[in-house]
């Protein structure tokens, strides 16, 4: 069995200039690299066992599920992937999985959004978990700099807390423990309005101090994330070419699936074949923006993104996408202001212009986690439209009776992404086992069906 | 290079301007009265100093490099469109202005480095080319409001209208200084049909892209887009008091003293069953239509039909009969009224957003500054047009707007600019310029060699 020695350099480089800090009780902030000797062997096996726990985390994510569903979900994916009977033991592979995944994740700006997104959920719900001690001694590790709200001040604010405490379904006597913290601090809190906010502070209860944490947290992370990728393009990937660097892209692919954002070789779709595969092939959240776009001459900054990548990875070229969008738009705007103001967000997209990076076409989770808002079509429609909306448009597309009760059924107890694919097995008489998790993905496996089904027609003419 | 091309454009535009002289002042907005706007209207050293904020090398400590690294960008005729414009100093900024005669001028964040080089960081490959600093701006457009008013749609507004854009400054003007402590917001007239917001404390500049949402957020109460009847859903036992004050405040008072009369709410069956849909328990939804359809011929008393009918709404979903329905009346005072944001907008440091002081390009009028504390008095339609400015016809209160809006945020951005704003010549210039008026040809003659 080999052991892997440079990884303990790596992760330490990784980590440099963060500062250290052990973990209080069972959970680190991964402030210091592990000091620890693996195989080659674990560095994967425990990365995937931590993807599956973040992948777990995503999924619920998308599905629109509660705090409290959260705080169950991850407890119980913590304990099926990482959890072992020493606890130094579930401690270290939590240690070594979380960095060899800051390797595999580092690469690009997407990828860091994830795994930074993901790893600070994780971090949250974990840290709900864990005794009011040892949240007080992560409190202080982080060096949080808050002191206790003094009586005075309490007093003078309390009716608002005690309001705002009833607005998130708490009892209106207010806990008697309040940080006063910048807002700037508490992002998540001001969002939902979940706090008092009165001069740019905001009021944060002690039961609420998971939201400060949190914000440390995602700060070092991210920072150490980019650190590493200095590192993982000036150095690691070259030293490592043999033996990790495979590894690390491996993990990386394995879990994303096929990458959309480039159209297969082979497929290629024109402007004239638009409408008719929008009838046959296009989730139902496209085939909305486009009759919304055929009827209004317009869509939003958000359905032109959402919509407009789709067509990129289905194989839309640059050229007809821009004639697609002006034909539409001109009838709206005149093809003048389309030509000033929405043509170059076009070719943006395209990667034509600005940091030419090329944009990905968005996932069923990123999708189904906007938040429309008015004269918005974008989003998911089994997730955003109203109940009447959508038995509307599944009853368009030819889907009625038990399937579509069915379907309706797996919308109220917000499994999105399942109804999306028993739209899909509804409407092409064959099952779809691995899920819709991508819009470009129902696409392309509703045109095999098809074209399946074409040539075993053509097959049977000939004979 | 690209420097070269853009002045071939611009003299293009030169070229073109001449063949239309014309000597009658045409209403709205012309390219030749834009050209003489910016050579002599324009206030280019208050607005370069207002975007430096005290950042101007004259002070102990200022970053000399900050103005340069903001991006201005450019819409010339004929729609060619220029981003990454930058400028190191007033004078380099009122040239670029004057030669290219923008139709539209606007403004994005301060990089990292200068814009106008970011190609040459661009090899490093290390994303040096980031925006590191913005205002937090607000873009609010009344045709985001169709479905609440009825008096016109689209970029078309009226005095029937506006005042929802009136409402909208002071909630979101409220709870910015009161709950967010900031200072220094400037709201502006966007030329057409709506308002932006610019907030420009230095601790609202240096937000992160998240932090913006979590604002913008904080300040959404539509949900669900375009395919759900019910937009606003106010859930938990009492209101936020944010929400709370601005509906005893501002909100209620319009709805039942403006809007219902103005828009004739329940004036018509088509209009009352849109506010009955947003009632959750069907029987008593169907229980008021009935009531209004079956009176529909006699209702010559003299009180107005609108008010009457919202009381009895009101009395129905609050007599303890439905449980559950008294907040669905502040639900359909907030889907009627409450400020409908562009999230978009606010949410990412790098969008761009029009300068004030432009010149809308469809109507012609300037966009000029509104005083929040005197919004009521803001009259969108007679805000004067680019030919107005011209003949001298500005009133004493929009000229004063002009002056005081950036005046009153570079004064307390930059204690230390003590020295005097000249932007008295806003309001002396239109008497001159009735006497430029015949001369015009010249003139620009003159500008143009
Ligand atoms: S599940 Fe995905 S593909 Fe299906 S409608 Fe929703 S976002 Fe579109
Ligand atoms: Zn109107």
């Known amino acids: 069995m080999e052991i892997v020695r440079s990884h303990r350099q790596i992760a330490a480089e990784a980590a440099a200039g963060v500062g250290c800090g052990g973990g209080a009780g069972g959970l680190p902030t991964y402030r210091v690299a592990p000091q620890l000797e693996v195989r080659l062997e674990e560095f994967e096996l425990f990365a995937i066992d931590r993807l599956r726990v973040l992948k777990g985390i995503a999924d619920g994510l998308s599905r629109g599920k509660r705090p409290e569903e959260m705080e169950k979900l991850v407890k119980e994916l913590w304990k099926a992937h990482m959890r072992h009977q020493d606890p130094t033991e579930t401690l270290n592979k939590d240690i070594i999985s979380h960095f060899v995944l800051r390797l595999v994740y580092c690469r690009t700006e997407e990828l860091r959004k994830w795994f930074l997104s993901m790893e600070t959920t994780l971090f949250r719900y974990r840290f709900r978990l864990e005794s009011p001690e040892s949240q007080r001694m992560l409190m202080s590790e982080f060096q949080l700099p808050y002191k206790a709200l003094p009586h005075s001040e309490f007093e003078a604010v309390k009716d608002k807390l005690s309001q705002v405490a009833r607005t998130i379904g708490q009892s209106a006597a207010v806990e008697s423990v309040f940080f006063k913290v910048p807002f700037e601090e508490v992002p998540d809190l001001v969002a939902s309005r979940r706090v008092f906010l009165s001069k740019g502070y905001a009021y944060v209860a002690m039961s609420q101090v998971v939201s400060l944490v949190v914000t440390q947290f995602r700060c070092n992370i991210s920072k150490a994330l980019v650190l590493t990728n200095r590192k993982w393009t000036a150095t690691i990937k070259e030293q490592e070419k043999d033996r990790l660097t495979p590894i690390v892209e491996a993990l990386s692919n394995a879990y994303f699936g096929p990458d959309y954002s480039q159209p297969k070789d082979a497929v290629e779709i024109s402007l004239k074949d638009i409408d008719q595969l929008a009838k046959t092939s296009f989730p139902l959240c496209m085939r909305h923006m486009l009759e919304k776009l055929r009827e209004n001459h317009h869509l939003k900054h958000g359905g032109r993104m959402q919509f407009g990548l789709f067509l990129k990875g289905a194989g839309l070229k640059l050229e007809d996408a821009l004639a697609f969008w002006r034909a539409e738009f001109s009838q709206k705007v005149g093809s003048e202001r389309f030509d000033k103001e929405y043509a170059y967000s076009i070719r943006h997209n395209y990667g034509k212009e600005g940091k030419r990076t090329d944009y990905t076409p968005y996932s069923c989770q990123k999708i189904i986690s906007a938040t429309p808002g008015v004269g918005d079509h974008h989003g998911c429609p089994y997730r955003h439209f109203g109940e009447d909306n959508l038995r509307a448009a599944l009853n368009k597309m030819g889907i009625s009776g038990h399937p579509l009760e069915e379907i309706m059924d797996k919308v109220k107890n917000r499994h999105y992404q399942l109804a999306c694919t028993m739209t899909f097995e509804a409407e092409h008489g064959v099952s779809c086992d691995t899920g819709i998790n991508h819009p470009n993905q129902y696409f392309s496996e509703s045109q095999k069906v098809l074209k399946a089904k074409n040539q075993a027609v053509q097959s049977q003419g000939t004979t | ?449």
């Not at chain 2, 073109?16 to 050293?45: E, M």
């Not at chain 2, 009180?303 to 303890?320: C, F, H, I, P, Y």
Request: glycine content about 6%; aromatic content about 10%.
């Open chain 2, 1 to 449: 290079m690209a420097r070269e091309d853009e002045k071939a454009d611009a003299m293009e535009i030169d070229g073109q301007h001449q063949q239309v002289a014309n000597t009658a002042v045409p209403d709205g907005f012309n390219a030749d009265y834009l050209r003489i706007y910016y050579g002599k209207l324009f206030p280019h050293v208050d607005f370069f100093k207002w975007l430096s904020y005290g950042n101007d090398g004259k002070h102990p400590g200022c970053d000399q490099s900050y103005v340069g690294r903001r991006e201005f960008s450019f819409t010339l005729e004929n729609d060619i469109y220029v981003r990454f414009q930058s400028f190191d100093s007033v004078a380099e900024m009122e040239n670029s202005i004057k030669e290219k005669c923008p139709f539209k001028i606007d403004i994005g964040p301060v990089y990292s480095v200068d814009p106008a080089k970011r190609h040459a960081y661009a090899q490093s490959g290390n994303n040096v080319f980031v925006p590191v600093e913005r205002e937090l701006i607000f873009d609010i457009d009344i045709s985001d409001y169709d479905d609440v008013r009825y008096c016109c749609s689209g970029a078309d507004v009226c005095m029937e209208c506006w005042p929802l854009m009136t409402i909208a400054i002071k909630i979101l003007d409220a709870s910015l200084r009161d709950d967010f402590g900031f200072n220094h917001i400037l709201w502006v007239y966007s030329g057409r049909r709506g308002v932006h917001c610019w907030v420009c404390d230095s601790r609202a500049r240096k937000l992160n892209n998240e932090q913006r949402a979590a604002i913008a957020d904080y300040f959404r109460v539509y949900k669900g887009g375009e395919n759900t009847m019910k937009k606003v859903s106010l859930t938990g036992a009492v209101l936020h008091p944010f929400l709370a004050r601005s509906y005893t405040d501002v909100l209620k008072g319009f709805f039942e003293d403006k809007l219902l009369l103005s828009q004739q709410l329940f004036a018509s069956e088509e209009r009352y069953q849109k506010i009955l849909d947003l009632i959750p328990d069907e029987n008593v939804a169907s229980e008021l239509h009935d009531k209004w359809q079956g009176n529909r011929r006699s209702s010559i008393s003299k009180e107005d039909v609108n008010a009457t009918r919202w009381e009895q709404l009101k009395s129905t979903l609050q007599s303890g009969k439905h449980k559950g329905l008294r907040r669905c009346i502040e639900e359909i005072v907030f889907s009627y009224t409450y400020p409908r944001l562009d999230m978009e907008v606010s949410k990412h440091m790098n969008h761009l957003l029009k300068a004030p002081f432009c010149i809308h390009p469809k109507t012609g009028r300037v966009c000029v500054p509104i005083d929040p504390n005197n919004c009521d008095d803001f009259d969108p339609t007679t805000v004067p047009t680019l030919s107005q400015v011209f003949q001298g016809i500005v009133s004493a209160t929009i000229a004063e707007s002009l002056q005081g809006g950036i005046r009153k945020l570079i004064q307390c951005q930059a204690p230390a600019v003590q020295e005097y704003l000249d932007l008295v010549k806003f309001t002396q210039l239109p008497a001159d310029l009735t006497n430029l008026v015949p001369h015009e040809k010249l003139l620009l003659h003159e500008t143009n060699h």
